[in-house]
């Protein structure tokens, strides 16, 4: 019969020199962790946070946290995740728990249709 390997294969299936598997080729940059203090809430789901080295930031909500309702507010302590390209902006990644006595009515029930 004929045979298919005379033909060169195309680019995207031609393996990466160097590489041991595909997943090698395109590694992305590490995050820098930093922790600070939410000063702000600001339009569209934007955060100002005061960084714990001086600097400030602004600064969204991760898609895990808005998954999981995670709520932000001011005077929140939190971890961000920066680029190393743009030390101004970040991604809120992390929510410190408080260590005061929870103020208010508790759980409330989630809502129902009837």
């Known amino acids: 019969g004929w045979a298919r390997y005379d033909i060169p294969l195309p680019a995207f299936r031609r393996p990466v020199a160097n590489a041991v598997n595909r997943k090698d080729a395109f590694v992305k940059e590490d995050f820098i962790e930093v922790e600070g203090t939410v000063t702000d809430l600001l339009v569209g789901g ?5 960084l714990d080295n001086g600097h400030g930031a602004l600064a969204y909500v991760s898609g895990k946290m808005k998954r999981n309702r995670i709520r932000v507010i001011v ?17 809120i990644s992390f929510r410190h728990k408080d260590e005061r006595a929870p103020t ?11």
């Open 104 to 114: 208010g009515p508790g759980r409330r029930q989630p809502f129902r249709r009837r």
């Open 75 to 91: 005077g929140d302590r939190v971890k961000l995740e920066m680029t190393p390209y743009d030390l101004t902006r970040g991604r």
């Open 46 to 50: 934007q955060y100002r946070v005061q």
